[in-house]
């Protein structure tokens, strides 16, 4: 079996595939729960 050449995903080549205002959105989506939580 050949391995997988590529690495894995770090957080930041993860949070690159978002714009700063997903992020946000995301941020902002987070908090929320946590506070249902």
Request: glycine content about 2%; cysteine-free; charged content about 10%.
């Amino acid at each position: 079996m050949i391995p997988n050449p590529t690495p894995p995903p770090d957080l930041t080549s993860f949070f690159n595939r978002f714009s700063n205002e997903e992020l946000h959105q995301i941020g902002l989506a987070l908090i929320q729960q946590s506070q249902h939580s």
